[in-house]
């Protein structure tokens, strides 16, 4: 059973239940340790998929019921709600995070996915090592791109034609509003050219054409001050 704790507010929720020193001093970002919330014993990681100060959370499946109990009711006060899908890709898209088998997948490599960051070639020998250096040595024909739709009201679901012009530059891999952003948002890899702050294309959805322009990511805290808070 896993759960996600997220929110400013998660630290207070967490502390309430947990016997364990959940501060930032003893509980660091992309940390792990086992911890018991209420009576469950549990084993939380540090990390978050939605740009917000949070913790998964893992324990056995009997005891599922009893962790989400807990965390429920102790965070009644501090005005915890249960979120959905919707909302999770939402808050991902405004920090910047990809998605497995639509940002990423085989037919990428981390370099034009904006990955690079988690690749470490100078750390020894590893499958496909051999292969990234040569593609990092050729350099970027295309990057993943964060873009945003200048019509507010204009709405896209993904897998939609990139143009400029009459040239097809690429596909929209993942597309959500971003209600902290006030931002119609899309990813989607471009060629090298286009990937270029404040480029515009256009988005054909059915016979629409909507303008999107390449902007800087993430729009939500880009310098990470929440998650690490």
Avoid: M
């Avoid at 370099?111 to 750390?123: I, P």
């Avoid at 034609?161 to 597309?175: K, M, R």
């Avoid at 948002?185 to 404040?198: H, N, R, S, W």
């Amino acid at each position: 059973c896993a759960l996600g704790l997220w929110g400013p507010k998660s630290r207070a929720v967490l502390q309430a239940v947990c016997e364990e020193d959940v501060s930032n001093e003893a509980f660091g970002y992309f940390t792990a340790q086992s911890i018991n919330i209420g009576p469950v014993p549990a084993f939380a990681l540090r990390v978050s998929y939605v740009g917000e100060l949070g913790w998964e959370i893992y324990t056995r499946s009997e005891y599922g019921l009893y962790l989400w109990d807990t965390l429920w009711n102790a965070g009644q006060e501090h005005g915890l709600i249960a979120g959905g899908l919707g909302a999770f890709d939402s808050l991902r898209l405004e920090k910047g995070y990809r998605l497995w088998g639509a940002d990423i997948h085989t037919e990428y490599n981390p370099y034009e996915a904006g990955l690079a960051w988690a690749v470490r070639l100078k750390k020894g020998d590893f499958l496909g090592r051999d292969a990234l250096l040569k593609i990092k040595a050729a350099g970027l024909s295309r990057k993943l791109c964060c873009l945003t739709l200048d019509d507010p009201q204009a709405v896209v679901l993904g897998k939609e034609p990139i143009l400029s012009g009459d040239q097809t530059l690429g596909y929209v891999s993942s597309a959500g509003y971003g209600y902290s952003v006030g931002k119609f948002i899309i990813y989607g890899y471009l060629p090298i050219d286009f990937a270029v702050e404040g480029t515009k294309v256009e988005v054909v959805y059915f016979d629409k054409r909507y303008t999107a322009t390449v902007t800087n990511e993430p729009l939500f805290d880009p310098d990470g001050d929440k998650v690490k808070a």
